[in-house]
C-alpha cells in the first residue's frame, strides 16, 4: 500500500523526525504539504498494523476539499480507514461525539487534527470533546500553518491533546502559573507571556516547521493598503457611538469590550448604529444601512478603484451583509455571474459550485475568511482585496495562503481596505504585532546546521532564575521524551 503521489524532501524529512514518536505536530505553512505528509505517517502505522482507524478532524467548510485531497493521495484502501469529521461539529453533535468515543473505544485509531489552532481556547466544549476522544488515541497528529494567533496561550490546548506531557502541565492553571505575568491590580488581565524559551524547548522534538520560502521558489508577495477616509456625517457618527460605548466598558465584563469594538467595526463597514438599553442598564445595539445606496459607500468607491474585471481577485469581507452588496453590485456593474459569493449562507453544495464556477469563468470570488481561508486552492488567481478587517491572525495567513502556495506562478498582491484615523489603523497594526510573533516562535523552534535545536541552545545560556518554574516535569532529561 503505497500514496499516489511522491513526497517532497522536505516531506521525507517530515516523516523522518516524526515517525519515531506516537505524537507530533506539523507546523507546516498552507501548501507546503502538511496533508501527504499526515497521510503518510499514518501510513506507516497502518502497514505495521498498531492502527486500523484514522480519525481526520478539520473545520467544517473544509470537509469536502480536505475528502478532495484524501482521494488524490491516498489508496482505496487507506482511504476505507479514515473517517472524516468537523470540528465545530463536536462542539454540539450529541451524535457526532457518541460516533467518535464509540469508534476509538472499539478500534486502534489515530487521530489527525487539521487546523488545530481551532481547539486553541482550553475552556471551550468543542475543544472538551476533542482531547476526550483524543485520549483515547495512542497516536496523534497536529497540523497547522499558524500554531499562534494571538499569543503563547494558544500552545497549551493543542500540545494538551497531543500529550500533556510535552509541556509538562496537567491543567491549564499550572500553565498560567508558569508562564503569565499579570499586572499588579488586576489578575484577570495578563501583562505579558513568560519562560517562551522554556515553551518552545519542550515542543521542539516533536514538532516539524517549513514555511513555502524554504522548499518551493515562489513569486513575491506585495502587500498594499488603500486608505479612505469616512464621510462627514459618518465620521460624527463614529465619535459619537465610540464615546457612548467607551463609558459602558467594563474590564471585568470582557463583552462589554467587545461590544465597543465591534459597534465600530459595524460602522466602519457602513452601519448606521442604534444603542438601546435594558432595565438592568445594560447597553446593546442593533444596526442598519448608513447610505441608502452603497455605492456612497467611501469603502466601496476605494474598492472599485483597485478592482480590475480583467484580473481574477479573491474579496474577504467581514460581514454578510458587505458579501451579499458586493455580490449583487459587481454582478450589475460587470454583468450576471461576474461575482460569486463563498460563505456560511449558501449550502456546502452551493459552495462547492462556486467555487467551480470561478475557476471556470467569473471574476471576482467573495468569501469569508473564516469559510473560505481553510484547504481552498486558489493559485490560479494571484489577487486578494480584503474589503474589511479582522483581528484574528489564524484567519488571515490561511485566507491569504489560498493563493500563495506552491503551483502559484504569478507574482501576489494583498490589498486592504481601511479607513484613516480609524480601527482599522489599530487592526492593521494588531495583526502586524502578532505576525511578529509567529514568526519569532518558527524561528525558535527551527535547528541550526548541525542540526542542534536553536532555542535548546539560546535556553542553555539564559539564567533559569529570572523566571522559576514550578511544579513541572522535565521529560527532556535522560531522554525520556521519547517514550511518549
Keep these: 500500500m503505497k500514496l499516489k503521489n511522491t513526497l517532497f524532501a522536505h516531506e521525507i524529512q517530515a516523516v523522518e523526525k516524526l515517525e519515531k514518536f506516537k505524537v507530533g505536530a506539523l507546523f507546516m505553512e498552507q501548501g507546503t504539504g502538511k496533508t501527504i505528509t499526515a497521510l503518510e505517517l499514518c501510513r506507516k502505522k497502518l502497514m505495521k498494523k498498531i492502527i486500523n482507524k484514522i480519525i481526520w478532524l478539520c473545520p467544517c467548510p473544509a470537509k469536502e476539499t480536505v475528502k478532495e485531497e484524501l482521494i488524490k493521495q491516498a489508496p482505496r484502501e487507506m482511504l476505507e480507514c479514515i473517517t472524516i469529521c468537523g470540528i465545530e461539529t463536536l ?4 451524535k457526532a461525539n457518541a460516533y467518535l468515543r464509540e469508534l476509538v473505544k472499539k478500534n486502534n485509531c489515530a487521530i489527525v487534527i487539521d487546523e488545530s489552532l481551532m481547539i486553541k481556547n482550553y475552556f471551550t466544549k468543542r475543544t472538551e470533546n476533542v482531547i476526550a476522544v483524543a485520549e483515547k488515541c495512542k497516536y496523534k497528529l497536529i497540523l497547522n500553518g499558524t500554531p499562534i494567533s494571538k499569543d503563547e496561550r494558544d500552545l497549551f490546548a493543542q500540545f494538551y491533546a497531543l500529550d500533556w506531557r510535552i509541556l509538562g502541565y496537567k491543567s491549564y492553571w499550572s500553565f498560567s502559573t508558569n508562564h503569565m505575568a499579570y499586572y499588579d491590580t488586576e489578575y484577570s488581565r495578563v501583562a505579558k507571556i513568560v519562560n517562551t524559551e522554556y515553551l518552545a524547548k519542550r515542543v521542539e522534538p516533536y514538532t516539524f516547521k517549513i514555511t513555502k520560502k524554504e522548499c518551493f ?14 464621510t462627514e456625517e459618518q465620521e460624527v457618527h463614529y465619535f459619537a457611538i465610540a464615546n457612548q460605548l467607551f463609558f459602558a466598558i467594563n474590564e471585568h465584563r470582557p463583552e462589554t469590550i467587545y461590544q465597543f469594538l465591534s459597534a465600530l467595526q459595524a460602522i466602519l463597514s457602513g452601519r448606521r448604529v442604534l444603542i438601546h438599553k435594558e432595565k438592568g442598564r445594560r447597553l446593546y445595539y442593533t444596526t442598519e444601512p448608513f447610505f441608502e445606496n452603497f455605492k ?6 476605494k474598492f472599485h478603484e483597485v478592482a480590475d474585471d480583467s484580473e481574477k481577485t479573491v474579496v474577504f469581507c467581514r460581514y454578510t451583509h458587505e458579501i451579499d452588496m458586493l455580490v449583487e453590485t459587481l454582478n450589475e456593474i460587470y454583468g450576471s455571474g461576474s461575482a460569486v459569493r463563498y460563505d456560511g449562507k449558501i449550502s456546502n453544495k452551493q459552495r462547492l459550485k462556486n467555487r467551480q464556477k470561478f475557476m471556470e469563468e467569473a471574476t471576482f470570488f467573495i468569501a469569508n475568511p473564516k469559510c473560505a481561508g481553510y484547504s481552498l486552492n486558489l493559485q490560479f488567481c494571484s489577487r486578494i482585496i480584503y474589503f474589511s478587517l479582522d483581528w484574528d491572525l489564524g484567519p488571515r495567513l490561511q485566507s491569504e495562503d489560498r493563493i500563495y502556495r506552491w503551483g502559484q506562478v504569478k507574482e501576489v498582491q494583498i490589498i486592504d481596505i481601511c479607513a484613516i484615523d480609524t480601527l482599522d489603523e489599530r487592526i492593521k497594526n494588531c495583526l502586524e504585532r502578532k505576525e511578529t510573533l509567529l514568526e519569532w516562535l518558527k524561528k525558535e523552534i527551527g535547528t541550526d546546521n548541525r542540526g542542534k535545536s536553536l532555542i535548546i541552545k539560546k535556553a542553555e545560556k539564559r539564567a533559569k532564575e529570572q523566571f522559576p518554574i514550578f511544579d513541572c516535569i522535565d521529560l527532556m532529561e535522560n531522554n525520556n521524551a521519547k517514550k511518549i
Design 296 to 301: 456612497d459607500n467611501p469603502r466601496w468607491i
Design 217 to 230: 521558489d515562489l513569486p513575491s508577495k506585495n502587500a498594499i493598503t488603500k486608505w479612505f477616509y469616512l
Design 91 to 94: 462542539s454540539t453533535s450529541v
